[in-house]
């Protein structure tokens, strides 16, 4: 069986659809707020990257979708104003994922009203964003080797087959959940 054809959201608007029931999944974004920011936070002050890459693996088509990006974006541009970077704010480019199927032109078609909004929220505006859809499973590898900045999964995670086997060490970056799940 190919899990990642097999396993997948309801796609569309309608009673059984994602978009029509992922308050749950919502609700613990919500949750783990607090956490994020507090990774996002070491990211930045550590490195103060130029330009940040986001990756949200399994990112789904429906309210959920942006509400990740919103904040680490918000967080990122709250921590230069208080880092007093008000004039060099990051470029951000979000790298969304998700299986073949997911209706990345539905998420494509709300990126401007998004962009739009997010810059109203955050006095003096954002950096550039740029979006980009990859679609595929992450079963196998999707980037390039250290490509990313800041990668964000909810609800996928326990889709994998396998226990991922890895070691990070400062020397690759921070470990923010060891011993928390």
């Known amino acids: 069986m190919d899990v990642a ?3 997948h959201m309801n796609g569309g608007d309608g009673e059984a659809s994602y978009a029509r029931n992922s308050f749950l999944q919502r609700k613990v974004i919500c949750m783990t707020k607090g956490m994020r920011e507090e990774a996002i936070r070491k990211v930045y002050c550590s490195r103060r990257p130029r330009s940040l890459v986001i990756a949200d693996l399994g990112c789904s088509s429906g309210p959920n979708t ?3 990006v919103s904040e680490v974006i918000m967080a990122v541009e709250k921590l230069c104003r208080e880092l007093k970077h008000d ?5 951000y480019q979000v790298l969304m994922n998700d299986l073949p199927g997911n209706d990345f032109n539905n998420i494509f078609k709300s990126l401007d009203l998004f ?3 997010l810059s109203k929220q955050v006095e003096g505006g954002v950096g550039p964003c740029y979006f980009s859809g990859v ?3 992450f079963y196998g590898r999707i980037f390039p080797t250290k490509s990313l900045d800041f990668v964000h999964s909810s609800y996928s995670l326990q889709w994998l087959s396998q226990v991922i086997i890895f070691c990070l060490t400062e020397q690759y970056g921070f470990m923010f959940n060891l011993r928390e799940i």
């Open 5 to 7: 054809h097999v396993l």
């Open 66 to 68: 942006l509400l990740v």
């Open 115 to 117: 962009v739009e909004q």
């Open 87 to 91: 004039d060099e704010s990051p470029e």
């Open 135 to 137: 679609p595929g499973s």
